[in-house]
T-cell receptor, first 113, second 113 residues
């Protein structure tokens, strides 16, 4: 158990809908990272937050947004969902700016139908 | 921009045999390099990391990797495979002046009894 908690574990929704994925980082970790894992794109970095502020942005679509709250949990919002958004979404956390080293949650599997 | 190439999407080894997973990277600045492992239905777990100290890096579960700047490589090895090593392995790179981690496509390891 990495100590990073993601909910829900599975999510099935229809195209055009909006969903929110939630992540609770390890106790004491200030950074939260979001990754997308799909068969065609592989593992892609989406975005990083550090202590509530956006730190780095990767290949995140404009339809996607994230935030980190004062209690350090984070949410990834996906809107106007398309079939191609079906993927495993991972959250990871680290104490500071880990530059690559982080603890991963078990992921949320999103299926868009 | 940085990138990672993992040679071989699947590797099959006999129990007790050498495990060798190949990774080549490109980065315009000195990189930090990582190997992560993903067991079925799990998140990623850090095996080892290179951050400009010793070029031979030892990780968990008997794995090690050697950073070779002249070859832009960071191959992962384990002298003797165990059944529990069956998993998917990801090489990743982050430039030392950036926050965006880039993953390779992954190599799935199967271990034959």
């Amino acid at each position: 158990d990495s100590g990073v908690t993601q909910t829900p574990k599975h999510l099935i929704t229809a195209t055009g809908q909006r969903v929110t994925l939630r992540c609770s980082p390890r106790s004491g970790d200030l950074s939260v990272y979001w990754y997308q894992q799909s068969l065609d794109q592989g593992l892609q970095f989406l975005i990083q937050y550090y202590n509530g502020e956006e730190r780095a942005k990767g290949n995140i679509l404009e339809r996607f947004s994230a935030q980190q709250f004062p209690d350090l949990h984070s949410e990834l919002n996906l809107s106007s969902l398309e079939l191609g958004d079906s993927a495993l979404y991972f959250c990871a956390s680290s104490v500071g700016d880990s530059r690559g080293e982080a603890f991963f949650g078990q992921g949320t599997r999103l299926t868009v139908v | 921009a940085q990138s990672v190439t993992q040679l071989g999407s699947h590797v099959s080894v006999s129990e007790g045999a050498l495990v060798l997973l190949r990774c080549n990277y490109s980065s315009s600045v000195p990189p930090y390099l990582f190997w992560y492992v993903q067991y079925p239905n799990q998140g990623l777990q850090l095996l080892l990391k290179y951050t400009s100290a010793a070029t031979l890096v030892k990780g968990i579960n008997g794995f090690e990797a050697e950073f070779k700047k002249s070859e832009t490589s960071f191959h992962l090895t384990k002298p003797s495979a165990h059944m529990s090593d069956a998993a998917e392995y990801f090489c990743a790179v982050i430039p030392s002046n950036d926050y965006k981690l880039s993953f390779g496509a992954g190599t799935t390891v199967t271990v034959r009894a």
